[in-house]
Nanobody, 116 residues
Framework: QVQLVEAGGGWVQPGGSLRLSCAAS????????MRWYRQAPGKERELVAS????????YYADSVKGRFTISRNNAKNTAYLQMLSLKPEDTALYYC?????????WGQGTQVTVSS
């Protein structure tokens, strides 16, 4: 059974930090690219960051570049999103996605709320 389980969300004040994790099971994690998306209320889901299967290539949306870092540990079947200098506009439900060719899987999401 394929599972992607996000954790690490919560409430944080502006300027704070959070580290999201995405624990995978049921598929060959090390052969899948991993992506983090987010969706704020009333907005479309957007790609935040992506990392290749081996971890050698990454992508960041302009809105998070320099503040967020995506990483993965293939030995632990887990992907991470380190978020620094959080802003209120980062408030959203964050999802991880595993992708390999035509195959893809989504997690259930973890809420991140940035407010004072």
């Amino acid at each position: 059974q394929v599972q992607l389980v996000e954790a690490g969300g919560g409430w944080v004040q502006p300027g704070g930090s959070l580290r999201l994790s995405c624990a995978a099971s049921g598929f060959f994690f090390s052969t899948y690219a991993m992506r983090w998306y987010r969706q704020a209320p009333g907005k479309e889901r957007e790609l935040v960051a992506s990392i290749s299967s081996g971890g050698g290539a990454t992508y960041y949306a302009d809105s998070v570049k320099g503040r967020f870092t995506i990483s993965r540990n293939n030995a632990k079947n887990t992907a991470y999103l380190q978020m620094l200098s959080l802003k209120p506009e980062d408030t959203a439900l964050y999802y991880c996605r595993a992708e390999s060719g035509s195959l893809s899987y989504w997690g259930q999401g973890t809420q991140v709320t940035v407010s004072s």
